[in-house]
């Protein structure tokens, strides 16, 4: 059975919009793609709340669509994936939230 995990952070102070993207699309995103448990990773700037120009309360969401949640655990402990998840929250994300979501 498939899994979805929305994952939602800002940027940590002084990283700016354009390095992080830049990292998003030539290590994050091809290498978590690149996973066998994961059928879909994507990630979203977040630019304003709906029907307002206020800001999010997040400056990016990411969705996983996870095939294999036990070979997704095995993917994640590869050295690779170790070290761009370390990059990912310790130099980049701040007030991560992972949500597991399930469709109705």
Not at 51 to 59: A, K, M, R
Request: glycine content about 6%; proline content about 2%.
């Amino acid at each position: 059975m498939s899994q979805r995990i929305i994952v939602l952070f800002n940027l940590q102070a002084g990283k700016s919009k354009a390095d992080y993207e830049n990292w998003a699309r030539t290590k994050d995103i091809p290498g978590v793609n690149g996973l066998g448990s994961v059928d879909n990773f994507e990630v979203f700037r977040a630019d304003s709340l709906l029907f307002s120009d206020d800001s999010s309360p997040y400056d990016y969401i990411e969705i996983l669509d996870i095939n294999d949640m036990d070979a997704f655990g095995q993917d994640a402990s590869q050295a690779h994936m170790q070290a761009i998840a370390a990059e990912f929250q310790g130099e980049i994300a701040k007030d991560l939230v992972f949500i597991n979501v399930s469709k109705l």
